[in-house]
């Protein structure tokens, strides 16, 4: 990744819009981790794309549904995923974090050249930093880093959707020196699931995300652990709303949190502090006119600046 983009801010490739140049083709892809996210990737490459070859690999346990479903070509215990990922053309990793970095360092001497590898962990630094050392013959297979911006409070296969992908954002932080035509081909793919590719620098990527994901999760659990059982049966679309992110799977969150605690620690302190300002204001009878306004018009910023992040050509 140019070291301009590393400096400054992400760069938006194109809007979430279906490409059609991939849909002629039939490559071999391969989903490592058939939850919310990989089920929800597997519906959206093969609604759009179905002559594609697509493989799933998950424990033994969970293939019922992915078999059900009809999708795969083939489905695979993880005890038998070279037999998954052997021939394909596409590889993502979409198991819990600490998994697919274990899978980075497993595949490594099981994909073919040319092959590329990607995963949806929401951490970046470090498996950017493992995929650029190890997957770094010119000839491939290739490491890219992803991150869909577009989960659910539910998880499982069950809780999958074609569409969890459609105008939102996918981050990609490029870890190998992948061929300019292949890196297109693989955007291309990407696109073909409705997401906006926005190419960011992994540091970057990750000092955002403790703001704008891990912090709107633990205001989510601790509301509504605040008001769990005092809502006397009046509870509106105000606290549904903004409690939506409480039933979330901590087997996802805890290693994320626990990563940057420091950082997501800073953050809960920088939210306190507004917090402490609301109840000192109220505590003196003093109008909540200022804070409104600021939120308003940072609220109103914000929506904008994604807007436009949206339509970016």
């Known amino acids: 990744m140019a070291n301009s983009r590393e400096k400054g801010q ?86 819990p974090q600490p998994a697919n970095l274990d899978l980075l360092l497993q595949l490594r001497s099981m994909l073919k050249p040319g092959c590329i590898l ?5 951490l970046k630094r470090e498996i950017c930093q493992v995929g650029r050392k190890l997957y770094a013959d ?13 989960g659910r409070e539910l998880s499982g296969f069950g809780a ?12 990609i932080c490029e870890a190998s020196t992948v061929p300019p035509a292949r890196l297109s081909e693989f955007k291309d793919v990407m696109e073909s699931t409705g997401a906006v590719l926005r190419e960011v620098d992994a540091r970057v990527h990750d000092e955002a ?4 994901s891990h912090l709107p999760q633990l205001v989510s659990t601790a509301l509504m652990l605040t008001a769990s059982g005092r809502d006397a049966g009046l509870a509106g679309t105000a606290l549904l709303d903004m409690t939506r992110l409480a039933t979330s799977s901590p087997a ?11 950082r997501v620690v800073s953050e809960l302190q920088r939210l306190r502090a507004y917090l402490t300002e609301l109840e000192i204001a109220l505590a003196f009878n003093e109008p909540l006119t200022k804070w409104f306004e600021l939120a308003a ?16 050509p």
């Open 252 to 262: 996802t969150w805890n290693p994320v949190l626990l990563a940057e605690r420091q």
């Open 209 to 212: 995300m403790v703001t704008v």
């Open 118 to 122: 990607s995963d949806v962990s929401a």
């Open 160 to 171: 999958a959707s074609p569409d969890l992908f459609r105008g939102r954002t996918w981050a």
């Open 10 to 95: 992400p760069r938006t490739r194109k809007t979430g819009r279906i490409t059609s140049r991939v849909a002629k083709e039939a490559p071999v892809v391969a989903v490592a981790g058939l939850g919310l996210i990989g089920g929800s990737l597997a519906m959206a490459l093969k609604s759009r794309w179905p002559r594609m070859n697509l493989l799933g690999v998950d424990v033994k346990g969970r293939l019922d549904q992915p078999k059900s479903a009809g999708l795969f070509s083939s489905l695979f215990d993880t005890r038998r995923i070279k037999d998954a990922v052997k021939d394909a053309d596409y590889v993502f990793l979409c198991a």
């Open 297 to 312: 018009k940072a609220r109103e910023s914000l929506v904008k600046a994604t807007v436009a992040t949206r339509k970016a």
């Open 138 to 150: 010119a000839q491939g297979p290739w490491f890219i880093g992803g991150h869909p911006l577009s």
